[in-house]
Structures are given as C-alpha cells and as structure tokens.
C-alpha cells in the first residue's frame, strides 16, 4: 500500500468516521470516468462565469504545457482562472502571477516564473492561516499539493455519494467496494498520492467551491477530510454537482458542508419520534388485526410518513396551501392514515370484505383509493388541504395526472409561480427506474404550460422490485438517475437514520420554494416483509431476508438513541403507544358499527356546489348551446383580425377567407371550433387545448396563435380577445409524449368541471401509447373512483390513402369499452329525457362528426350537460377543407343544438315507403356516398342516415328511422376494415332496436391486420369498391 494511503488511513482513526481510504478509492476512480466527471463539474462552472469558456480553455491548455502541472489539474486551473478573474486575491500569490503572465500573451510554457527560493510552501503553517497569501514563491512540490487538495474536495463533492452509507442493511456497499478495489491506484493524482503523513497536520487554504470551513478560511488537512466525509459520506449521499448553475451548487454546498448544520433540534427529534411510532404502530396495528389481508405495509420504511409530514410542515410554513399527492401501492394506507389523517375508521372498513358498497359503480380495491381532506397543519399553524390522487394498478401512471391536477388548482388560484399549491410524488425503486412515463414527466416539469414549478419526489427505494434485485431492474446506478435529466438534485438518504432523513426534507422542500424545480429524496430503506403480506421472499433473496430479520426496525433503533440522549424514556414510550393503540381500537368500533362502503367519501378532487345535492343526482337539463347571431358574428371577426401583428401572407388569405365566411354566414371545422371556445370563453368557462402542435393545427387549419414575422416570439392569441370579462384560453404545443401529456390534461380536467379541457393527437393512432390513461383511467375512473371527467379527446381519424400509420385512431378500441348494453334497448321513462339520462348512465361519450356545427354543439353540450363525461372525438383530416363541410349559422343559432344523428333530408326521407335502402354511416365517408348516390340517380331509392353520437348509441332516434323507412334494406357504410372500425359496436344495436326483425348488411372493407394499404393505389381501388357495393343490386 502507498505511503499516502497509509497515511490517510491513520488520520482516519483520529479525524474521520468513515474511511477515509474508501473516498479516496471512489475519488480516484477510472481516468475516463473521472475526466467525464469533472467535466461536468467544470461546465457547471463555466457555464455560471462571466468569462468566456474559450478563454478558460486557453489558460487550461497554456497550462498543460507547463512543465510543472499535469496535464490533469486543467480542470482546476481554469475554475482558479475564472476565480481570479473576479477576484485576483482569491487565489496563491504564485498563480496570480502566473495568470498575469498568460493574460499578457505568454506562450505556453512560458508563463510560470520560478520563485527566487524554494523555501515557500504552498501550505499555511498551522496557526498561521493568512500567511500563505502573502508568501513569495511556491515549491513545485506545493503547488501540486495545493491543487490535490482542491482536487479532493472535488472530488468529494462530485462522488462522495458513491461511498455514503446509504444502505441500511449494508449489502449494497459491498460490490460498491469491490468494484472500487481495482481503482486504489488512482489516477487522480497520476497515480502518486501526494499526501504524507506530516501534510495531514498542515493546513491549507480552502478554495471557494467549499463551505466546509464554515468562518474558517484554511483548515488543517486531516480535518478536510473529516469534514468532507461527515458531509458526503455518512447517512446522506449528496448528488448535484451536474447541475449547471453555480448559484444552485453554492446553495446545496452550504446547506450540507456548513458544520454542524444537519443537527436538528430536541423538539424536532421528539417530532419526528411521535410520528415514527404512529407509523410503525400503524402497520403493526394492521398486521395484527387482519393477519391475512394485503395492505402493501411499509414496514422497513416507516421514515416515509416523518419525512413526508416533513416536507408538508415545511411547505406550508412557506405559504403552501395546497399539496397534491400521487404515491403507489406501498404505504399508502399509512399515509392515508397518519398524513392526509383520514378517519381510521373509514379505513379500517375497508377491510371488512362483508360489506357492500352504497355507491354504484365497480368501486376499487382500498390501495388504489384517494382522499382530499382540509386540516390545520400544527407545525406552520395555517390551514393546508392534502389531496391523494386515487390511482390504477399501473405503477407510475398517477405521475403526470397529479401534474395536471396540479396546475389547474395553481390556474385557479391564480398561483402563477406554484406558491401556493405543490405536488409531491412518491415512487417505488424498480418503478421509478423502469417506467417511461417517469421521464415523459420528468420532461414536462419545466415547459411553460405544463410547469408545476418543482415536484417533490420521494422513493421509497427497498432495493427490490417483487421479487427482481437492481442489478436486474435497470441498468443506472441509482434508480433515481432519470432525475438527472432535468438537473434535479437528488438527496440519497440511509432511512435508518431518521435525523438525516428529516434533514433531507428540510432543504428538499426549501429547494422547492426557492427554486420552484423538482428535486428527489432517494430513501434507502428496505422492506421487512415479501411484496405484500401473503408473499415468501426467502424463496428469491435468502440473504437479504435473513439479514432483515436479524435488523432491529428504525423505531426501535431511534427510541434507543433519544433513550441514550434523555429525550425520552420508558414511561413516555410506553404511555405514547398505549395512546395510539386506544386511538386505533376506538376507530375499529366504529368501523364496525358501518353497514356500508361509501366510495364517495374518497373523492380525490370534490367538486363541491357542482352537483344540486351532495349525493350526485342532478338537474337533467341541458343548456341551450346555440348562439345568437351578433355573438357568432363577433367571433367569427375577432377570429379574423391579427390585430398589430406582420403575419405570414398565407395566413393572411386564411384570414381573410374566414371573414368572408362569417360575413356569408358559414363556418368550415376550425371556425366552428373557434365560435364554440369564444363563446364559453365569453361565458367565463376556462378552456385549455393541449398537444402536439395544436396551437397552428397539424393540419394547419387552426392557428390559434399567430405569429409576428418580424419581431421575434410576438405572438398574438384571438380567443384571448373575445370580450373583456372573459375566462383565459390556453392553448398549448405539448412536448413529443402521448401517454405523459393526455395523463397531465386529465388531471387538468379533474380540477374544476366548470373547464373544456382537450387534449389533440397529432393523428389519432398515435393515442395508442397513452393505452394506459385512456384503459386505466378515462374510460373507467368514474366506475372505480366516483371522478368524473369533461375531457375532450380529439383524434384525427379517416381513411385518405396516407398509409397504415395515419388512418385508423381504433374507434373499435373505445366502442368495445363503452357501457351499454347491445342487446337491451334502454328505457328511462319520460321520452324527452333519454339523450341526457343515456349520457349520464355513460363511461364516455364517443363521436364521429360530420358538420362543423354539429362539431360546435358537440363542444358546448360538454360544459351543457349537467355532469362530466370524458368525451371521444375522432375528428376529420380531409373534412377539414371539404367545401361541403360547412355549415350556416343557422345551425349554430339559439335554440339549434347537438344532432345525435342527422337524418336523411332529401328525396328519400319524403317518401320513405318507397326507400330500397337506408345506409347508416358515420363521419367522413357520407360525403362520399352521398356523392356516388347523387352521381348514380339514386336519391329517391337510398336513404343516408349519418350516426354523430356513436356511443352511448342512440336506439331512440335510429329507432324512428327504422320505422320511417319499413321496406328498405339496412347496410351499414364504412371505409375501415370490417374488424375495426363501428360496425360491430352498432351492428347488434340497430338490431336491438329493430327488435331483431332486420339484418343489417356489411359494406366496406374486408378484415385485415393493418388498419389501411400502404399504397395510395390500392386505397383508391379499395375505396371505388367500397362504393360499389353500397349501391349493388340497386
Ligand atoms: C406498470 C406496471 N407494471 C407491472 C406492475 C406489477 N408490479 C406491481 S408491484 C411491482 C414491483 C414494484 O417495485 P417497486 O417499484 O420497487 O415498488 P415496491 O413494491 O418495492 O415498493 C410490480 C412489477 C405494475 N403494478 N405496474
Ligand atoms: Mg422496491
């Protein structure tokens, strides 16, 4: 072994806690790591300086050639370089010159003067701490001591999380020194450590990257180190220095280097005791009453609960008033429990499996299940409300939804820098690494529209995922590493050491209120029993099982400690859990005593004065969604002004195009679109637009925001411009994310009903990689959480020979989960009530639409009704320019309103006996077979009904057109495959409502895999016969 590792060795047995060797080790790490690594660090220097990096590159490279530096301590001559630019008294005397000597022009190799003796040294005699700036001349041997010095600290700073102890079961560490062990013979110092035994009592000036000498301004050696390991390598792994912002780093730095700064106070240390016996005692509790259930306990992290009641008191004492909360399955009942402070006894009925559920609707399992609940916190002494988001099985997904929800509530409330409402998410170790939608989030956390400004994130990272170790479940050393992306730093912390967890929540939530960005707490912990209670993890990891059954749990652990510093004792132990255990058997008394499961007490957003009685029946009156004509007629002109802007001369026919159109009284798609947000608008209704590329349309037929072609980012949005008192349009281009984005609109739309949230795929296909919001949530929230949802989905949708990828948004998919029943006509008594009773009875609501003032209603009729359905919409391409896709404004006055199908109205509906054919279609297509009828002659023999409202299927109206046409065949038209598309949904139910007294006849195309040809030819061909087979035999 190296004299100076022996050396270092021995400072550690008076100076440092844990081995100093071992930091060593992981400081000295492979060159190329290393390189990479400091780059890192010296970028985020480079990048905070005034000093141009080319500048500092030029000094580093001047230095690389002087014979005295290697060419290795570039990194810390450019961050000396750029600290003596601002301050030349800042660094040694001998480098000052040599700085002088470069700015003047010395050529490399050049610039460094040999001082007149050797006999200075680069080192502050002990007790004489400001000598060294004023001392002569360096040795080499000094100057490269005073650079190893700097490099250490660095060096600590950048890995010394890689050597905290962060595992409290200590298994981890071991491959962490194994994988070390290679790396003793650094290359940090070129391979020489240049400490002897005598440079640990020296001292040395500490550079302005630390803070670890607090008032002091050099420090001997030894006591660097034993600083440097106290800060980042006991209980708290400190991961930040790629974030590249020097300010930032300055703050973490004196937030965990200042000395003595970590210690909390006695009556923080009773708090934080008081809620770990809540915490433990809560699953213990559990355990011990139904001994067979599945809880997901939290038994081996128990610190969650302190540490999140942590992150609250601190949040509110800065002026939060609002948390909204997503977590998975582990704990969440503790947290249910001990920090939303939901009535135990609501809880514990939970587990009565004989109860029945009061609430209609399939309800859910109790670890799936929100809460929202107002409670004075007692630390900040202000009033905060805690919401939990109920969440799916599907690990992550609850992530961009609680974003969501999140930025409506800061809307709302007019929170513009998320002062007043926050979102803390919690993870699972395999999850947090392994889910994409981690990341689609993670990337929106700083876009303008989508910003919650700084998420807390916690992991309860137990080290395994079921049954799979880390080394199987990703391929970062941490599973925190994706944090990284969005510079987030991330607070490793052991959760056996409850001081330093609650230390960690401390600055982790300062962090947020000072710099409104995410940041992460890595708790290490592990987890005491298998996956759930039923589990046998010795079958997996014998090793690790057996070694948590000889571990004492934390409670035990910290009642020890405060016992050992007199701030607790047995009576008081003893009388604290005896006082919660009487708590927990009172609640269970009472749960007895329910005779009902009430779902809707675990409302997670209430939306309270919406409903008329607190039990959710509601007035079924639909208002009016027609306009009067001045209204339409003045948004139709805003929607075609640019007011100052030099817009693009396109945009300017489009423009113009659009006023000729409201002065002849007609509206194409997206003007119709426009009318129908200007007048909720107008009415105070708050509408937001989200998706890719929405704000021009992919289509670029919306242009919603228009921009100035001269003076760069001036942009002008017209619906902002409707009327003075009006409600805000925001209309946003998303980031590239489907399933991260539709799951951020739906916790948009949660907030406030009283709201038209939409959210646009660029084509409708693409919807499928946000499966799981639309599976999981939208189309059964309501069934399993009692949450309704306005939110409009529009999926461009439609067959035009653009190939597989771009015809087909599935509608078959969303068909085959709707609700009602094929083969029941429904009945609800008074006629005049079905549409809005059908609707109320739905999951969603599905449409295919094929006038732009059916498309007006349709919107209007969202915020009309008087409950929220999430509302498909598979919206048109071509249909967009169609010149028989318009509409007059007669369509769209007072009184007009949504057609859930629009009948046949020409020749054949006068005289229907005569009728040989009624085509039931929808979308798109009508205007094709309407045009092959027409050219054919045929407008006497074939009757074209389109269907606008598929699901629920309106077996009222289709019934009156079976009736109207007795004697004609019934086809149904489409141009998708025969295994997509409606047919099968509408099929049986034209059949119901005929009583089963007509076939229905297929006309389309035949099965196939691909929903469309990749050749535009055989698209076509495909078409004509589609079109041929509707009118044959006639
Ligand atoms: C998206 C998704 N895939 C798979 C599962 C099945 N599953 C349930 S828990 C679990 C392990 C989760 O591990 P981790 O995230 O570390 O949380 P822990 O259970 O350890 O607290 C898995 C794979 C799931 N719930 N969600
Ligand atoms: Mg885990």
Known sequence: MQQAHKAILKVRHFAVRTPALRTLRSISTTSANREKH???????????????????????????????????SSVYVEDMYESWLQDPSTVHKSWDVYFRNVNSGALPGEAYQRPPSLGGSAVVPTGTSSSLATQGGLSVENVDKHLSVQALIRGYQVRGHYMSYLDPLNISRVSLEKMNEDLLHDNIFGGKMPFSEQDMEQEFILPHTTMIGGQEKSLKLKEIIHRLEETYCDKIGVEYMFINNREQCDWIR?????????????????????????ATRF???????????????????????????????????????????????????????NVIRKDLDQIFCQFDSKLEPNDEGSGDVKYHLGMSHQRINHVSNRMVTLSLCANPSHLE?????????????????????????????????????????????FHLSDLPAYTTHGTIHVVVNNQIGF???????????YCTDVAMVVKAPIFHVNADDPEAVIYVCKIAAEWRMRYRKDVVIDLVCYRRFGHNEMDEPM?????????????????????????????????????????????????????????????????????????????????LKVADTGLPEEELKHIGEVMSQASDMNIHPGLKRTLKARGEMVANRTVDWALAEALAFGSLLKDGTHVRLSGQDVERGTFSHRHHVLHDQKVDKKTYVPLNHVSDNQAQYIVCNSSLSEYGVLGFELGYSMTNPNSLVLWEAQFGDFMNTAQCIIDQFISCGQAKWMRMSGLVLLLPHGYEGMGPEHSSARPERFLQMQNDDPDSFPVFGATDDFEVRQLQDANWIIMNISTPANYFHALKRQV?????????????????????????????????????????????????????????????????????????????????????????????????????????????????????????????????????????????????SAPASGS??????????LLNDAFRKL
């Open 283 to 337: 699953e213990e509790f559990l355990a011990k009453k139904w001994t067979s259930e599945k809880r997901f306990g939290l038994e081996g992290c128990e610190m969650l609960i302190p540490a999140l009641k942590t992150l609250i008191d601190s949040a509110s004492s800065a002026g939060v008033d609002s948390v909204v909360m997503g977590m998975p399955h582990r704990g969440r009942l503790n947290v249910l429990a």
């Open 539 to 619: 079958f997996t990891q014998p090793l690790m099982y057996q070694r948590i059954k000889k571990h004492a749990n934390v409670f035990k652990l910290y009642t020890e400690k405060l016992k050992a510093r007199g701030l607790v004792d047995d009576a008081t132990v003893e009388t604290k859990l005896d006082e919660y255990e009487k708590i927990c058997e009172t609640a269970i008394e009472k749960a007895k005593t329910e005779t009902m499961l009430q779902f809707r007490h675990w409302l997670d957003s209430p939306w309270k004065g919406f409903f008329k009685d607190p039990y959710g029946k509601v007035d």
């Open 467 to 477: 049954t799979t170790d880390p080394r199987h479940s990703r391929s970062s050393p």
């Open 1016 to 1025: 535009k030819a055989s698209h076509i061909i495909q078409q004509k016969k």
């Open 864 to 1008: 009309a009704l008087p409950f929220r359905k999430p509302l498909i919409i598979f919206s048109p391409k071509s249909l967009l320019r169609h010149p028989e896709a318009r509409s007059s404004f007669d369509e769209m006055l007072s009184g007009e309103k949504f057609l859930r199908i629009i009948p046949e109205s020409g020749p054949a509906s006068e005289n229907p006996e005569e009728t040989r054919r009624l085509i039931f279609c929808t979308g798109k297509v009508y205007y094709d077979i309407k045009k092959e009828r027409d050219e054919r002659g045929l407008t006497n023999d074939v009757a074209i009904t389109r269907i606008e409202q598929i699901a629920p299927f309106p077996f009222d109206l289709v019934e009156k057109e079976l009736e109207k046409y007795p004697n004609a065949r019934i086809d149904w038209t489409q141009e998708e495959h025969k295994n997509m598309g409606f047919y099968d949904y509408c099929k049986p139910r034209i059949r119901t409502t005929s009583k089963w007294s007509r076939r229905v006849h297929y006309t389309g195309r035949q099965p196939e």
């Open 38 to 72: 400091d780059n890192v660090a010296s970028n985020s220097s480079r990048s905070a300086s005034t000093t141009s990096s080319s500048q500092q590159q030029a000094v580093a490279a001047a230095a690389k050639a002087e014979p005295f530096l290697s060419g290795s």
């Open 254 to 278: 004196e937030k965990f280097e200042t000395p003595r700064i970590m210690e909390l106070s006695e009556w923080e240390q009773r708090l934080t005791w008081e809620r770990l016996l809540r």
């Open 397 to 441: 997904a609850v992530d961009p939804v609680v974003q969501g929800k999140t930025k409506a509530e800061q809307f709302y409330q007019g929170d513009t820098k998320g002062e007043k409402v926050m979102s803390i998410l919690m993870h699972g170790d395999a999850a947090f690494a392994g889910q994409g939608v981690v990341y689609e989030t």
